[in-house]
């Protein structure tokens, strides 16, 4: 959002770590901007290279004041083929593959990709494709109702994390206190 955009965040960042501390949890990544007594040094993976992000604490309270931290980050769902469903998909796709580009979009993600298609009904696109590590460009039809023939595949799955009985009760004060 603007205010990522405003502390030096670029669409499709992805966090390596906070402080030297690595991130692996977006709502951990969230709190340890909000819920600071100093500023904080962020890297992010840019475009496939590590940018610092060195991050005021009077940069953070603004955000903060601002609520700026209201759809800061959103999880990033690539578009991945899980199966084809039409004859020209099937042609030229394969299950695996990851749509990188569509015509002249780049690097976006698939509610973005899916929106674009919707508005090139009964047309052909040029997809840009990732299969085993290539890049390459084919045509592809889309219907009249926006769709080119595939079933996107989620590659996210939930992380449950288990505890002891000991370790839950301090676990559940640090997570209220994450909260409030």
Do not use: W
């Not at 394969?94 to 976006?108: A, C, F, K, M, S």
């Not at 899916?114 to 090139?120: A, D, E, I, V």
């Amino acid at each position: 959002n603007e205010a990522g955009h405003r502390l030096g965040f670029r669409d499709g960042d992805r966090f390596v770590s906070i402080d030297g501390e690595p991130v692996d949890d977006i709502a951990g990544a969230l709190n340890a901007l909000l819920i600071t007594e100093g500023g904080r040094k962020v890297v992010v993976e840019r475009g496939g290279e590590e940018v610092t992000l060195d991050l005021t604490l009077e940069e953070l309270i603004a955000m903060r004041q601002q609520k700026g931290y209201e759809g800061l980050f959103t999880l990033r769902v690539p578009f991945l083929i899980d199966s084809c469903a039409s004859a020209a998909a099937v042609a030229a796709l394969r299950p695996g593959d990851e749509i990188v580009g569509i015509d002249d979009l780049q690097g976006l993600d698939y509610p973005a990709y899916r929106t674009y298609l919707g508005t090139r009904g009964g047309d052909s696109v040029r997809l840009d494709v990732l299969r085993g590590g290539e890049r390459m460009s084919m045509v592809l039809p889309v219907s009249e109702e926006g769709k080119i023939g595939v079933i996107a595949r989620n590659p996210y799955s939930y992380r449950t994390r288990s505890y002891t009985f000991a370790e839950a009760i301090p676990a559940g004060i640090r997570k209220t206190g994450d909260v409030l």
